[in-house]
């Protein structure tokens, strides 16, 4: 697309959107919403900037490679369940810590971190792909 609303507006709402995503991956524990969801939000969010931008403009506002992105998820991922194991309980078992950050007692979870992980596979693979897609010789 070559319009100038399109190409102005883009940054702003590639931004915009990534916070939702990042909002929708947070709420995820209580309400709908989770890693999934707020992964497939940020991807979408980066395949507009690109269709506006160029393909070059999203690796330049990503600072890292997608697929490295991808594979801290499943990093992330695969350590919160190990955290079980450690714990000496089944695999995937939640568990709980409850440090009291500057006065304020703060929940933190494995399901979390899980979520987390998530969260960055989908927006690292979603976002490899679009990329994929979306490059032309000339890029």
């Known amino acids: 697309m070559d319009t100038l609303i399109f190409r102005t507006m883009a940054p ?13 991956l947070l709420r995820g524990h209580n309400q ?6 707020g992964g497939l939000i940020a991807a979408s969010a980066f395949a ?3 269709i506006a931008q160029g393909v070059s403009a999203v690796r330049r506002a990503l600072w890292f490679d997608p697929t490295a992105i991808a ?10 369940g190990l955290m079980s194991l450690a714990a000496d309980v089944p695999f995937m078992t939640a568990l709980w810590v409850f440090p009291n950050i500057f006065g304020t ?4 979870s494995t399901p979390m971190l899980f979520d987390i992980g998530v969260y960055l596979v989908v927006t690292g693979a979603i976002t490899t792909v679009a990329l994929a897609l979306e ?3 000339d890029d």
Not at 32 to 37: A, D, N
Not at 71 to 80: D, E, H, I, K, R
Not at 105 to 108: F, H, K, N, Q, Y
């Open 105 to 108: 007692e703060v929940a933190l």
């Open 32 to 37: 709908p919403g989770g890693g999934f969801i």
């Open 135 to 137: 490059e032309r010789e």
């Open 71 to 80: 594979a801290a998820g499943l990093t992330v991922s695969t350590l919160a």
């Open 12 to 24: 702003y709402l590639t931004a915009l959107m990534v916070l939702f995503s990042v909002f929708v």
């Open 48 to 50: 507009i900037l690109g």
